[in-house]
C-alpha cells in the first residue's frame, strides 16, 4: 500500500485505474477511455476531517457532515455522497487487518450509526 506522509500511514490509499480496481458494473471499457478521471491514479485518503478523492481531472473533499453514510462490503468500503452515489476504496489497498480496524474505527468514530461495518476482527 502506498502511503500518505500528510495524512499517516494508514489514511490515504493509492489505486490505479485498472480492471480490478474498478467495481465491476461502475462503467464500459469505452466511457474509461473517455473519462480522464477514469485514467490515472486515484489517491482515497480518509482522515479526522472527512474524506479525499484525488486523481486525474478531480479533486473531491467531504467533511464527514457531508458524507451519507459508510457500508462495508467484502471486498469494498463504501463512501456514499447520498443514497445512491458512492466513492469507493478497495479493502485489498489496506495492508493489515489492524489498518482495517482503524479505518473501521474512523469511520464509526465519525458517522456513529451512519457506518455499517463488519464485526471488529483483528486477530487474522
Not at 21 to 50: F, I, K
Request: glycine share 8%; proline share 7%.
Amino acid at each position: 500500500m502506498n502511503t500518505s506522509a500528510d495524512f499517516g500511514p494508514l489514511r490515504a490509499f493509492h489505486c490505479a485505474a485498472a480492471p480490478g480496481c474498478v467495481p465491476s458494473g461502475s462503467g464500459s471499457p469505452s466511457s474509461r477511455r473517455l473519462d480522464p478521471s477514469a485514467q490515472g491514479t486515484l489517491t482515497r485518503t480518509l482522515s479526522a476531517e472527512g474524506f479525499r478523492i484525488d486523481g486525474t481531472g478531480q479533486s473531491v473533499v467531504l467533511t464527514w457532515k457531508g458524507v451519507h453514510s459508510a457500508v462495508e462490503t467484502p471486498e469494498f468500503l463504501l463512501i456514499f455522497l447520498n443514497k445512491v452515489s458512492a466513492y469507493y476504496v478497495p479493502k485489498r489497498l489496506i495492508s493489515t487487518p489492524h489498518e482495517l480496524q482503524a479505518v473501521r474505527d474512523l469511520l464509526q468514530a465519525n458517522l456513529g450509526e451512519r457506518a455499517q461495518l463488519a464485526p471488529h476482527h483483528c486477530s487474522r
